[in-house]
């Protein structure tokens, strides 16, 4: 038993280190999208007309 709980420990310890920087990359991209759907409307109108 001792295996599994350390095994689920590490991969819960890699899931949180991981989270940060996935959690980044969305952001990011989200923030990224919105910021050229804004441009774009800004620049062109709606939807491009």
Known sequence: MAWR???RRD?????L???PFLVGI???RFYGLGYNLWLSFR???A???
């Open 17 to 19: 280190l991981l989270l």
């Open 26 to 28: 969305a952001l990011f």
């Open 43 to 45: 620049q062109a109108g």
């Open 5 to 7: 709980s350390l095994a």
């Open 47 to 49: 939807f491009g007309r």
């Open 11 to 15: 991969a819960l310890t890699g899931y």
